[in-house]
């Protein structure tokens, strides 16, 4: 039984292109979660979506981010026109209902240079 | 605003010995309480939990405590072990919300 799966684990993208993150939750969950790290900070939390519907965006930058779940297919976290300061750690989690009980996948690090 | 605040950035503790990591929370309508550890490189790992209504809740080698008056969250690791070295996060979640809120983070050394 795989665990959370990020991809790609390293992405290098210059200033203002786009970074597509990719994440395919456990087998069975249906529940997903993006947070993003900073260097030297805790985890902060971005947003959770189920099924093809985003439930909380709380904690999503209003410009240029945006954060998909489809029917079909893994959950895709889209920053566009990167800037300096998207460099980061972003992790994904899912969990199979509303309890508390995430899993973790390893994180997809960027870096716009 | 800091909700959930870890002062102390690292700590290190002799192999054998008790470790005691601490974290503070300032807003009453969080429901659960959990601890991550992370390793370089890889994602944060759950370690344990405790619901708001309990003080204590224990797992092999690692306890969690929880001082509502205090909003005071701490996790005793006994007896450490080399293993156990890595970045611990302690996490908060809002009542009726799924989002956790999270630490600093603090750095364990384990010395042999």
């Known amino acids: 039984n795989a665990g959370v799966m990020q991809n790609p684990r390293h992405l290098v993208r210059r200033r203002g292109q786009e970074a597509r993150l990719r994440c395919s939750p456990m087998k069975g969950h249906s529940h997903v979660y993006w947070y993003r790290q900073l260097p030297e900070e805790g985890l902060k939390f971005m947003v959770y979506?189920?099924?093809?519907?985003?439930?909380?965006e709380s904690g999503m930058p209003k410009e240029r981010f945006s954060a998909e779940f489809p029917k079909e297919g893994p959950s895709i976290l889209r920053i566009q026109q990167v800037v300096r300061g998207d460099s980061a750690a972003y992790f994904c989690?899912?969990?199979?209902?509303?309890?508390?009980?995430?899993?973790f996948g390893s994180g997809t690090r960027l870096t716009v240079v | 605003d800091q909700q959930v605040k870890q002062n102390s950035p690292s700590l290190s503790v002799q192999e054998g010995r008790i470790s005691i990591l601490n974290c503070d929370y300032t807003n009453s309508m969080f429901d659960y309480f959990l601890w991550y550890k992370k390793y370089p490189a890889e994602g944060p790992t759950f370690l344990i939990s405790?619901?708001?209504?309990?003080d204590k809740n224990e797992d092999g080698r690692f306890t969690v405590f929880l001082n509502k008056s205090a909003k005071h969250l701490s996790l005793h690791i006994v007896p450490s072990q080399p293993g156990d070295s890595a970045v611990y996060f302690c996490a908060v979640r809002i009542q009726g919300a799924q989002k956790l809120v999270f630490g600093q983070g603090t750095r364990l050394t384990i010395n042999p």
């Open positions: 979506l189920q099924k093809e519907n985003i439930i909380d």
């Open positions: 405790i619901s708001s209504i309990k």
């Open positions: 989690a899912s969990s199979p209902d509303r309890g508390h009980g995430y899993t």
